[in-house]
């Protein structure tokens, strides 16, 4: 069974750091890209950021939004996935979900329970 | 970026009645367009993908169509545990991006 968990949430000041943590399980984590995508309360789902695999040279893409403030990385040997996220901002308020693309054509076909993340002063 | 466009934002209907969503893509994507389900308070599903492949575990009554740049996610027969949102996505070129949402409820 898939499993994708992530950890490291909360409530952060303006201009403050938290990084996202994911926890994957039951696929071939090394072979597929990794993405977080979030959602602010009461809206639609955004693009984060995206790691593709080894094969494809851990290729990373940003939202514009976030570019310059997030990093998104991954641990093959642990199969991890990271979101460090820098000089937030109270819009970067939003539940974000880690996502997995199996089908290797990027859709997102698995999706953690995701983690909350509240930027207020 | 490619824009998606999902209409209607909101529609009610009642059990085993056709209910058919859109999502019109700002260029074209090919088949490269999935459909996502949100029920309340849980996380996204993948429900198609290519445009008309039925991702694992999904019922026949859901099935995905294009024409043009224009996309439709029809379900055949509504049954109460489709209610939730629905989301279109496309993967033809980076940033890969989703419709606004369309709440389906039940009348």
């Known amino acids: 069974e898939v499993q994708l968990v992530e950890s490291g949430g909360g409530l952060v000041q303006p201009k403050g750091s938290l990084k996202l943590s994911c926890a994957a399980s039951?696929?071939?984590?090394?072979?597929?890209?990794m993405s977080w995508v979030r959602q602010a309360p009461g809206k639609g789902l955004d693009l984060v950021a995206d790691?593709?695999?080894?094969?494809?040279?851990?290729?990373?893409y940003y939202a514009d939004s976030v570019k310059d403030r997030f990093t998104i990385s991954r641990d093959d040997s642990q199969s991890m996935v990271y979101l460090q996220m820098d000089n937030l901002k109270t819009e970067d308020t939003a539940l974000y979900y880690c996502t997995a693309d199996t089908t290797g054509i990027d859709y997102f076909d698995y999706w953690g329970q995701g983690v909350m993340v509240t930027v207020s002063s | 970026d490619i824009q998606m466009t999902q209409s209607p934002a909101s529609l009610s209907a009642s059990l085993e009645e056709i209910v058919t969503i859109t999502c019109q893509a700002s260029q074209n994507i090919g088949n490269w367009l999935a459909w996502y389900q949100q029920k309340p308070g849980k996380s996204p599903q993948l429900l198609i993908y290519?445009?008309?492949s039925l991702a694992d575990g999904v019922p026949s009554r859901f099935s995905g169509s294009r024409s043009g740049t224009q996309y439709s996610l029809k379900i055949s027969r509504l049954q109460v545990e489709d209610i939730g949102i629905y989301y279109c996505q496309q993967a033809s070129s980076t940033p890969w991006t989703f419709g606004g949402g369309t709440k389906l409820e039940l009348k």
């Open positions: 290519g445009t008309t």
């Open positions: 790691i593709s695999s080894k094969s494809y040279n851990y290729a990373t």
């Open positions: 039951g696929f071939d984590f090394n072979s597929y890209g």
